[in-house]
């Protein structure tokens, strides 16, 4: 937006300085002409040895001498406001250089003002923060970006090389039908993954009362016939857990976290145990199952987006490799946290903590 320049804040400060001293300057004369001058007579004072300067003898002494003292003042003022003003606007300085950095791209320079603490220092550090933060975002995102085009790239150059097939070959068959419907499902698959985790990050979604241990109880039904297939046993327990949020973003979370401990329960005919508890002013949802034995570093990265850890009972089922990562956002879409331990004797254990829902009134 175009604006009308106007004065700078170095002039502004060196304006208020110079016009501060001379205000101080002309009250502090003010009160020597008051206090002073009044006790002077005003006629022709006869001493011994001659005459006594009067109060006139001193006004016509007095005002030459004020009147260049004021303009000392206002020299000094200017010339003093000025270079404090300076000295004061340096931190000011490197903040704009630093913003105008920012603006054009630059996120890794840092401004690290040095000095003690005062509110010019922690404007600074909450912009070093800020930058630190936005930086980090935006990498996420070009990684998640190029993931993202990486992983749709591939379904899609698989349709194309089937359809290049089909178009040579006017009978067709059944086999190559039923490889374009899976590669189009995955993509698909891929596609809602993405735009779920989008509205996740964006917070569009209406908050309510949701309890997570029905969600748990409605997750597990609806997976328990791919658990059955594959000879998992999924345990269910836990208190009520109010939360405020999306009841069908927090379902998708449930429903990824059980899902995902399905899919990973290596070797088959393993447990998972499905928990909720509430505490102070927080309430939890905890899903535990076995398998392989993993390790810090492998868990530290299963949030991210297309990272997928060990292998999977069935192919068919490995999903996209956005369970947890949709998981993580929607979890900070609702002030939660999120954490993920490997488990002594081998598998996962995840835990979502969400504030807990005020209590309504009776």
Do not use: C
């Amino acid at each position: 937006m175009d604006r009308a320049p106007g004065l700078s804040v170095r002039l502004k400060l060196t304006l208020s300085y110079a016009g501060f001293l001379m205000i101080a300057g002309a009250l502090l004369l003010a009160v020597v002409w008051v206090f002073l001058l009044r006790y002077v007579p005003d006629g022709p004072i006869m001493a011994i040895g001659g005459g006594v300067p009067n109060r006139d003898d001193l006004v016509r002494a007095f005002v030459p001498a004020v009147a260049w003292a004021l303009v000392f003042l206002l020299v000094f003022g200017l010339l003093g406001g000025w270079i404090l003003a300076g000295r004061m606007l340096v931190p000011l300085a490197r903040i704009r250089d630093a913003t105008r950095r920012a603006g054009n791209g630059s996120l890794s320079y840092r401004i690290e003002l040095e000095g003690r603490n005062d509110e010019f220092r922690e404007l600074a550090d909450s912009f070093d923060a800020m930058l630190a933060q936005l930086e980090a975002h935006v990498a996420e995102q070009q990684r998640f970006a190029a993931n993202a085009s990486h992983e749709l790239r591939t379904p899609l150059a698989i349709t194309q090389t089937l359809l290049d097939v089909a178009r040579h070959d006017p009978n067709g068959n059944a086999e190559l039908v039923e490889r374009l419907h899976a590669v189009n499902a995955r993509a698909i698959e891929l596609t809602e993954a993405l735009l779920l985790l989008s509205r996740a990050d964006q917070r569009s979604f209406t908050r309510e009362h949701v309890d997570l241990s029905l969600l748990a109880e409605e997750a597990t039904e609806t997976l328990l016939p791919l658990a059955e297939l594959h000879g998992v046993t999924i345990e269910t327990g836990g208190d009520i857990a109010p939360a405020i949020g999306s009841h069908a973003l927090l379902l998708q979370m449930t429903t990824n976290l059980l899902h995902n401990a399905i899919v990973h329960n290596l070797p088959a005919r393993g447990t998972i145990q499905v928990d909720t508890a509430m505490g102070p002013g927080s309430v939890m949802l905890t899903v535990e199952n076995s398998g392989e034995m993993l390790t810090p570093q492998l868990v530290s990265t299963l949030t991210e987006p297309f990272q997928r850890g060990t292998g999977r009972i069935r192919v068919h089922h490995a999903g996209v490799g956005l369970g947890l990562a949709i998981v993580k956002s929607i979890t900070k879409a609702h002030d939660g946290n999120l954490t993920i331990t490997p488990r002594a004797d081998g598998g996962l254990r995840v835990t979502v903590q969400l504030p807990a829902a005020p209590q309504r009134p009776m």
